[in-house]
Structures are given as C-alpha cells and as structure tokens.
C-alpha cells in the first residue's frame, strides 16, 4: 500500500479556500470569447469543460481536507459531492443575477458531473493508499 501524504489541516483548508476563491471568481467575471467556442472532441462547448476541471479540482480539494477524519469513507465521499454540487448550484443562482452571466442547467450538470469525477478518483487512491502525515523539519507549518 502506498502513502498518501497528509499536510497539517489548516493548510489543506487553505488550498480548499483557495479552490473556492478560484471557483468563485470565474464564475462572477464575464467571459472571453474564447469560452464559448467548441472545446475538445466537438461534444461540448469550452465552458463546460472548464465547468469539470474547476467542480473536480474542487471536490479533490475538498476531499483532502477530510482526508484523515475520522468518518467511513463513503460518508466523506457523499459529504464531497453534495457540498461541491450544492456549491455549483449556488453559484450558478448567483450568475443568475448578473447582467453579464447566464445560469445554466447543463453546467450544474457538469458541476455535478465533475465532482463526481473527484469522487471517483478519492475512492480508487483510498483503496490504494495509507493517509500519513507530513513531518516538518523546521517546525508547524502554519
């Protein structure tokens, strides 16, 4: 069995705060042409894949706070999805509002769509890894 390292828990919620940010920022900004062009393969437009990659990157995020809890796992893969796809959700209410931004059900769909894909990717590297915590030299990070 592989070691999957674990960084002390205020640091992994400062990358969840930090995907958040992210998430959050494009969501609100308007769009370059560019994104609503056709995106790989011709199935979906650019932004939808973005809309996967940002709600994965998320959850992984997500995910990695809850890493060492002390809960079975399906509960922490659950509690990532739903809190991801309930954020997508929120976030797409918002755009909603903004004159500059339209809300869509097809990216609550890959919202949703993505941090399944997160999930799915938590449960293979818990199934093939030991989470042990980081040792730091030099004393507390953070």
């Known amino acids: 069995m592989y070691r999957l390292p674990v960084v002390p828990k205020r640091v992994r919620y400062l ?8 998430v959050v920022a494009f969501s609100i900004v308007p769009l370059p042409d560019w994104v609503t062009d056709t995106g790989p393969f011709g ?6 894949h973005l809309h996967l990659l940002a709600y994965a990157g998320l959850a992984l995020a997500l995910g990695y706070v809850f890493v060492d809890a002390d809960r079975p796992d399906w509960q922490l893969l659950v509690l990532v999805f739903v809190v991801a796809t309930v954020l997508g959700l929120g976030l797409e ?3 909603s509002t903004l004159e500059h931004r339209t809300a869509s059900s097809g ?15 938590w449960r293979v590297l818990l199934t093939r890894t030991r989470p042990t915590p980081v040792e730091f030299p030099v004393g507390p990070l953070l």
């Open 107 to 121: 990216d609550v769909l890959m919202n949703a769509a993505g941090a399944t894909v997160a999930v799915l990717l």
């Open 15 to 22: 990358a969840f705060g930090v995907a958040l940010a992210l």
């Open 43 to 48: 199935l979906f437009p650019i932004r939808q």
């Open 93 to 95: 209410l918002l755009q």
